[in-house]
């Protein structure tokens, strides 16, 4: 089928990632529709917007969250196509259908294909199958503790029960003993039932010190696959990321080139296309090990774009229009130089504890490799009810060295007065010498924060 070009898309998202998506349409001449809640009617994006329909009050379930509201405002505005950025309803199945049966594209994954990953047990039988390296646990959901113990013996502990269907870091237990695994299953299956759609809870190998590394997916519609190499982003605090880079520096050629082979061939056969990417942990050894797929763009996918010059929300929208890798690609994929992100949230860098509130003065840092993606203006209000993002401040350089010094500088320059941010958090992290030295896994920002 040839592919027909989209007029217009509507942005089921508010932020940073929204302003980002009417960049890319704006660059393919696509018109957009912003949706906002009462609280962000002053946001940016809805002034960059061609169109910006009012979808409820502030809180998430009523707007952001809300569907019938977020496919009345597409069917009055009449667009061809949805972007679900991230968080939200990007990884919703049951709205990838609804958008479908509405006649409009939703910009990601097939909604059983949605389905697969977002079971995460479910994601990691497929992947062991496809012969994709997955931590030693359960074959399923744990069914009970007994199950659980037997298990964790074979294993050896320490041991992680994981949410099914959990997110945002959140839905995690590490199990030390035999002892705690009981308590521990149940609380974590009760946590899981609050917190998420389902209280499954599955089991597998707690690594201590590992660094979290991920590859990034683009596949079209006609069964082509591109592993646009990885980002590492161990720098995290409560399981969430702060700091990410591409390449990683841990990974080696030769292992960057093995799992891009095994996830070539699962991508291919489970029919995943639009953008994606697959997580995996490394352990104290230096081995891979999957845990989970992301089912659409990250925060994270600017450190990518700027090593592979390639655009992936571009991407994602050409590849929903029908288009084909080759035509989309500049050529060959390649990782040139070196892209570090900083997260800059309103939020206290020593405590975490949310910093909303009036931004009284902003001033973003420019030059030569360096890259802002933002909503915020000088006045604007960051209001209590979403996540923490303020900006991302990207830098790239020739070489890991030059990226640093670069953030560094632009960290220097980067100025939010009115709130509390993380830019003096990031600015320790980056004149660490273990950090400078690419020594570091995910317990490396404890060193900043005293044990949590
Ligand atoms: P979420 O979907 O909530 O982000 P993930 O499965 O991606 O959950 O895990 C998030 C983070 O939690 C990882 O980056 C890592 O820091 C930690 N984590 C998850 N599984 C394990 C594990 N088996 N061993 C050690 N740490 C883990």
Redesign the pocket.
């Known amino acids: 089928m040839p592919s027909v070009p989209f007029k217009k898309i509507l942005i089921a998202n508010r932020g940073e990632i929204a302003v980002r998506v009417i960049s890319a349409c704006k660059e393919l001449g696509i018109q957009t529709v912003a949706v906002y809640s009462e609280a962000d009617r002053y946001s940016s994006h809805v002034r960059f917007a061609d169109q910006a329909i009012c979808i409820g009050p502030a809180k998430s379930a009523r707007s952001y969250l809300d569907i019938a509201s977020i496919i009345s405002a597409a069917e009055i505005t009449n667009v061809d196509a949805i972007h679900p950025g991230y968080g939200f309803l990007s990884e919703n199945a049951g709205f990838a259908e609804v958008c479908e049966t509405s006649g409009i594209k939703f910009i990601g994954p097939r909604p059983d294909v949605i389905r697969l990953m977002g079971v ?1 047990e479910r994601a990691r039988a497929f992947m062991r199958e496809m012969g994709v390296p997955v ?1 030693p ?1 359960s074959p399923g959901v744990l069914t009970s503790a007994e199950e659980g113990l037997e298990l964790a013996e074979k294993i050896g502990y320490p ?2 029960l ?2 099914s269907a ?7 237990r ?1 199990v030390n003993n035999p002892d705690e695994l009981p308590s521990n299953f149940i609380q974590a299956q009760n946590e899981a039932g609050s917190a998420f759609s389902s209280a499954d809870v599955y089991l ?5 010190a ?1 660094r ?1 590394i991920e590859f990034q997916i683009l596949a079209d519609e006609h069964g082509n696959v591109e592993i646009l190499g990885e980002r590492e ?2 720098v ?1 605090r409560r ?3 702060l700091l990410e880079e591409s390449p990683s520096p841990a990974v080696t050629d030769k292992q960057r080139a093995e799992i891009s082979v095994a996830l070539r061939k699962a991508i291919t056969h489970a029919g995943y296309t639009n953008a994606g990417t697959v ?1 995996f ?1 490394m352990d104290e050894k230096g081995n891979l ?1 999957f ?2 797929v ?1 089912a659409r763009v990250q925060v994270e996918h600017p450190v990518t774009e700027f090593v592979t010059g390639i655009d992936i929300v571009k991407s994602q929208i050409r590849i929903a229009q029908g288009e084909t890798l080759k035509e989309i690609l500049p050529g060959p994929v390649e990782l040139r130089g070196h892209s570090i992100e900083c997260r800059i949230n309103a939020e206290n860098p020593v405590t975490f504890v949310p910093s909303p509130g009036r931004i009284t003065g902003f001033h973003v840092p420019g030059g030569i490799g360096v890259r802002v993606d933002t909503w915020a203006y000088t006045d604007c209000v960051i209001p209590p009810f979403y996540d923490s993002l303020v900006a991302k401040l990207i830098t790239y350089g020739s070489d890991r060295t030059e990226a640093i010094r670069r953030m560094q500088r632009a960290l220097g320059m980067f100025i939010v007065e009115g709130i509390h941010t993380s830019i003096p958090l990031q600015q320790k992290i980056l004149a660490d010498p273990d950090f400078q030295a690419g020594n570091f896994d ?1 317990n490396f920002i404890k060193r900043f924060t005293g044990p949590k």
């Open positions: 995460k931590l646990g041991v992680i994981k949410a959990g997110g945002g870091g959140r839905g995690m590490v597998e190998k707690y690594i201590g590992p979290h982003c161990s995290q399981h969430q990321k997580e942990l090990y845990i989970e992301n995910t």
